[in-house]
């Protein structure tokens, strides 16, 4: 087994994480329509499991009134 070293583990979280965010946006934009520039920011300021969360939660979106309220409650 190859030792991975705690830069390289840092890395592949973050690629991780930044993957999440674009599949978890692309399906909101999808869902929801067009995202604003601050909800966008708003989403990729979110954690790791904030994200996970988002991403189960969006397959019940409707509409951006949907997306807003679960920013405001998350």
Do not use: C, H
Not at 32 to 51: A, D, H, K, Y
Request: a negative charge; charged letters at 25%; zero cysteines.
């Amino acid at each position: 087994m190859r030792y991975v070293t705690t830069g390289e583990r840092i890395g592949y979280e973050r690629g991780r994480q930044e993957g999440e965010l674009a599949v978890i946006l692309k399906l909101l934009k999808r869902r929801v329509g067009e995202l604003s520039p601050e909800i966008q920011q708003r989403i990729q300021s979110l954690s790791g499991n904030q994200l996970e969360t988002l991403g189960e939660a969006l397959l019940d979106f409707t509409s951006m009134s949907d997306l807003l309220n679960w920013l405001e409650s998350n």
